[in-house]
């Protein structure tokens, strides 16, 4: 029989492990926290209860590998959202004019979204999922690795702790941020992995909210983006519907312009802007949770495509690249990646001698573009510690607020910008004739104001009234 081992049972793992059930024999998922009987927090997902995305590339990506899954998704609650025709956005420059693209963004609570993934995928019998379950080392030499070491129970389960091994065909490691390959491989002999660094210091703070009474089905949300290159700490904020009339007010910032998570000053936080549109919203909300802060948002790409790797070791996800959370690329990622799997696979037949290294050097193109989008933007503010030197540094800068410029005023720019940004179109598009000779030659109309901005979106109804001025007290316990 042949088998694979996938370790980390969250978004990426699980989608993994869904593609190889089709050329193995069984899949073990190694998870090491409780699935929850019901969509709820888990403790290896501390960043869970702030806002979370699918662009539409990777929400397309999803419906591949699991199909029907984001029919099950709306069903579910969540919010599809055109952008920026229906999310009021103001990007590092100015207010987006309302225009029609050909993307969208799929909002939800992590929770309930992995709960939706997480039951598609676990109809599938090849998948066993191990629960309560810590990796503690990979088995194999530098040249192979065939299985892996496993503890299981421990007194969070109430269990006494066992040790085994696990034989595998093939392991891929989906354990996210804090993923211990890089020590894994040392007691391998596996010579080290070079690594790229981007850390502008982000943090988020985040609370939910019931939403106004009366507020109107096709409320469109808000974005106010961060702006790099100006000398000033980054900030922003994000508020979004999701299911069950529910909005996850997000506050973002990096270094410098960190937002606190005190009551006073997390409602200036959300002021801070040419326009009091999201304290006004907030005005007529009622707070659901405590303000929850989360930190380690730092851009780390470790280059295993580079690396002389044992074969038959994968590393996706957060594990290979983890990427700020902030520009919403991460699930995204994880789905194009699994994607990436499934072809190789199919191309070669199943496991085949190479398939690690061939599908490492795939997955290594989708990471490049969100690593520019993140840690592109994110090396040009104050305080940044990096690894990555820095070349044109004026022009990069220059080239990216112009771009925001043009965006924010002329659709066709706009639709070529938001598709590629959203992994839908080809990063090619941004070389053609249609969106490279606006951006040359600049804005040819004036910025909207934000006044303006708002007033394109019949869907705030009269949440924005001055009369909706009654501030709601937080219930004492977190959701």
């Known amino acids: 029989m042949t088998a694979a081992v996938v370790l980390g049972g969250g978004m990426a793992g699980l989608?993994?492990?869904?593609?190889?059930?089709?050329?193995?024999?069984?899949?073990?998922?190694?998870?090491?926290?409780?699935?929850?009987?019901?969509?709820?927090?888990?403790?290896?997902?501390p960043q869970g209860q702030h806002n979370h995305l699918f662009m539409k590339g990777g929400a397309d990506a999803l419906d591949e590998l699991l199909p029907g899954t984001t029919d099950l998704l709306r069903a579910a609650g969540?919010?599809?959202?055109?952008?920026?025709?229906?999310?009021?956005?103001?990007?590092?420059?100015?207010w987006f004019e309302r225009s029609h693209t050909d993307t969208w963004l799929l909002l939800m609570s992590r929770a309930a979204l992995d709960d939706v993934v997480r039951g598609q995928a676990l109809k599938n019998e090849k998948l066993k999922?191990?629960?309560?379950?810590k990796v503690i080392g990979l088995v194999g030499d530098a040249r192979r690795v065939t299985g892996v070491r496993i503890e299981k129970g421990g007194r969070e389960a109430g269990q006494s702790v066992t040790e085994e091994t696990l034989t595998a065909d093939f392991v891929v490691d989906a354990t996210g941020r804090r993923a211990r390959t890089p020590q894994w491989l040392e007691e391998l002999g596996v010579p080290a992995v070079p690594e790229d660094l981007v850390d502008a210091g982000f943090a988020y703070a985040s609370r939910w909210y019931e939403a106004p009474e009366g507020t109107p089905e096709d409320f469109p949300g808000v974005m106010i983006q961060v702006q790099p290159g100006t000398g000033r700490p980054g900030r922003g904020v994000a508020l979004l519907p999701n299911e069950g009339n529910k909005w996850i007010v997000t506050l973002f910032g990096s270094k410098g312009g960190e937002p606190p998570t005190d009551e006073e000053g997390f409602a200036n936080y959300t002021g801070d802007w040419d326009h009091p549109v999201v304290p006004k919203l907030l005005a007529g909300a009622t707070p659901l949770t405590e303000i929850r802060s989360y930190r380690g948002m730092q851009n780390r790409w470790r280059h295993?495509?580079?690396a002389t790797m044992p074969e038959g070791y994968l590393v996706i996800g957060d594990a290979n690249a983890a990427?700020?959370?902030t520009y919403g690329t991460g699930m995204t990622v994880s789905a194009k990646s699994a994607l990436e799997l499934r072809t190789e696979l199919r191309a070669g037949g199943g496991l085949t001698p190479g398939l690690a290294k061939r599908v490492q050097g795939r997955i290594a193109k989708i990471v490049a573009f969100a690593w520019q989008t993140s840690a592109g933007n994110d090396v040009f503010f104050p305080g940044v510690q990096t690894s990555v030197p820095v070349k044109g540094e004026k022009f990069q800068i220059?080239?990216?607020?112009?771009?925001?410029?043009?965006?924010?005023?002329?659709?066709?720019?706009?639709?070529?910008?938001?598709?590629?940004?959203?992994?839908?179109?080809?990063?090619?598009?941004?070389?053609?004739?249609?969106?490279?000779?606006?951006v040359l030659r600049g804005p040819r109309k004036a910025a909207l104001t934000a006044d303006q901005a708002i007033a394109q979106f019949p869907g705030f109804g009269n949440l924005l009234d001055d009369t909706r001025t009654e501030q709601r007290v937080p219930v004492s316990h977190p959701q």
């Open 15 to 45: 989608l993994a492990a869904t593609v190889l059930a089709d050329h193995v024999d069984e899949v073990f998922v190694i998870e090491g926290d409780q699935y929850p009987d019901a969509p709820g927090p888990r403790r290896g997902l």
């Open 78 to 94: 969540a919010k599809q959202r055109g952008l920026p025709q229906d999310i009021l956005t103001r990007g590092p420059r100015d």
């Open 129 to 133: 999922v191990l629960q309560n379950t």
């Open 304 to 306: 295993y495509e580079k």
């Open 323 to 325: 990427l700020n959370p």
């Open 398 to 438: 220059w080239l990216a607020s112009r771009i925001s410029q043009v965006a924010a005023r002329n659709q066709t720019v706009c639709n070529i910008a938001f598709t590629v940004g959203t992994f839908v179109a080809p990063v090619s598009r941004m070389f053609s004739f249609a969106y490279l000779w606006p």
